[in-house]
């Protein structure tokens, strides 16, 4: 069974700094795709980032990066210039080709103060 | 290109009646998913369909709960006799095809509240 860890409950960062949320699973696959999705108080799951467990390359999106750690089965996301708007809850998932669901985590609260 | 649709946003319905939630996939996706988010937790997996066609339903409770996508229309929960229990926020996401390369697009949800 794949198992998503979100071991941080709530952060808390300054406008125009740099936070890392945690993540960290487990799976026997070889292929899968981690994400990370947004929920802001509008409670819409938003995605973030993706990545595919193939690629060595770490996924950037603008502001968003990850560190994915396939070895340690790690995959952590780095907001950099932290803006008010990314105060929300960020939820780590994880897929397999072996089936169709996503497995998420418990989420993490992300303030981001003024 | 309007993203996942789902009706109502807010749901609220007395103990033992009967919950409908609809969710109507992104343009070009034939891949339905259901998940249900309870209060301080994260998304659970609840049921995966394709037009007509049951997927995997793995996650979802065996008695009072299915779903359908039907050809033509919107993807329906269904919730019968409605326990406090059931009260949370359900998910409805698609994709374009049911592979590993395909990104899950989450409608804004239902947030169902029992009396």
Same mark, same amino acid.
């Given at each position: 069974?794949?198992?998503?860890?979100?071991?941080? /409950?709530?952060?808390?960062?300054?406008?125009?700094?740099?936070? #890392?949320?945690?993540?960290?699973?487990?799976?026997?696959?070889? =292929?899968?795709?981690?994400?990370?999705?947004?929920?802001? /108080?509008?409670?819409?799951?938003?995605?973030?980032?993706?990545?595919?467990?193939?690629?060595?390359? +770490?996924?950037?999106? +603008?502001?968003?990066?990850? +560190?994915?750690?396939?070895?340690?089965?790690?995959?952590?996301?780095?907001?950099?210039?932290?803006?008010? %708007?990314? #105060?929300?809850?960020?939820?780590?998932?994880?897929?397999? %080709?072996? =089936?169709?669901?996503?497995?998420? %985590?418990? %989420?993490? #609260?992300?303030?981001?103060? /003024? | 290109?309007? !993203?996942?649709?789902?009706?109502?946003?807010?749901?609220?319905?007395?103990?033992?009646?009967? *919950?409908?939630?609809?969710?109507?996939?992104?343009? !070009?996706? $034939?891949?339905?998913?259901?998940?249900?988010?309870?209060?301080?937790?994260?998304?659970?997996?609840?049921?995966?369909?394709?037009?007509?066609?049951?997927?995997?339903?793995?996650?979802?409770?065996?008695?009072? @709960?299915? *779903?359908? @996508?039907?050809?033509?229309?919107?993807?329906?929960?269904?919730?019968?006799?409605?326990?406090?229990?059931? $009260?949370?926020?359900? @998910?409805?996401? $698609?994709?374009? !095809?049911?592979?590993?390369?395909?990104?899950?697009? @989450?409608?804004?949800?239902?947030?169902?509240?029992?009396?």
């Amino acid at each position: 069974a794949q198992t998503v860890t979100q071991s941080q /409950p709530e952060m808390s960062v300054q406008e125009a700094e740099t936070v #890392t949320l945690s993540c960290t699973y487990d799976t026997s696959e070889s =292929n899968y795709y981690l994400f990370w999705y947004k929920q802001p /108080p509008s409670r819409q799951m938003i995605l973030v980032i993706r990545q595919e467990a193939y690629k060595q390359q +770490n996924a950037t999106e +603008n502001r968003f990066s990850v +560190n994915f750690q396939k070895a340690a089965k790690s995959f952590s996301l780095k907001i950099s210039d932290s803006q008010l %708007g990314d #105060t929300a809850m960020y939820f780590c998932a994880f897929y397999t %080709g072996a =089936n169709s669901k996503l497995t998420f %985590g418990k %989420g993490i #609260t992300l303030s981001v103060r /003024p | 290109n309007a !993203g996942v649709m789902q009706n109502p946003r807010h749901l609220v319905r007395r103990r033992g009646q009967e *919950a409908r939630l609809r969710c109507s996939p992104m343009k !070009g996706h $034939s891949h339905v998913y259901w998940y249900r988010q309870l209060p301080e937790e994260g998304l659970k997996f609840m049921v995966y369909l394709q037009k007509e066609n049951i997927i995997d339903e793995s996650g979802m409770p065996k008695e009072r @709960f299915s *779903a359908e @996508f039907p050809k033509e229309g919107p993807s329906i929960l269904r919730i019968q006799q409605v326990v406090r229990g059931d $009260s949370a926020a359900y @998910f409805c996401a $698609s994709s374009p !095809g049911g592979s590993g390369t395909d990104t899950q697009y @989450f409608g804004p949800g239902t947030r169902l509240t029992v009396l």
